[in-house]
Nanobody, 118 residues
Framework: QEHLEQSGGGFVHPGGSLRLSCEAP???????????IAWYRQAPGKERELVAE???????QYSDSARGRFTISRDNAKYACSLQMNNLEPEDTAVYYC?????????WGQGTQVTVSS
């Protein structure tokens, strides 16, 4: 199964920043355009939840916890996106996944760990 490639993440102290990136270098979309790119996260013992999403028409949505601290951006030409995370809190600790939707398929990244701790 094809996966998106993620980079970034790691360990940071509270108040710090991290940047996550997501690309699709190994996927042949056969000219199909995507309509949504998003970031999700899953903390231990919790359900996977939406963090932020951006559509090809630049409609952006953030979760309540991400709004004002995180910024999602995209590169249409590269089927890529990034998530800039500032003022991180211990509650942001989770595995983060990127997601890309085309009309007949959803692609996921394999996840990257973000740990925020003092």
């Amino acid at each position: 199964q094809e996966h998106l490639e993620q980079s970034g993440g790691g360990f940071v102290h509270p108040g710090g920043s991290l940047r996550l990136s997501c690309e699709a270098p190994g996927i042949n979309f056969n000219g199909r355009d995507y309509y949504l790119i998003a970031w999700y996260r899953q903390a231990p013992g919790k359900e996977r939840e939406l963090v932020a999403e951006v559509s090809k028409w630049d409609t952006i949505q953030y979760s309540d916890s991400a709004r004002g601290r995180f910024t999602i951006s995209r590169d249409n030409a590269k089927y890529a996106c990034s998530l800039q995370m500032n003022n991180l809190e211990p509650e942001d600790t989770a595995v983060y996944y990127c997601r890309l939707d085309i009309p007949d398929h959803t692609y996921w990244g394999q996840g990257t760990q973000v740990t925020v701790s003092s």
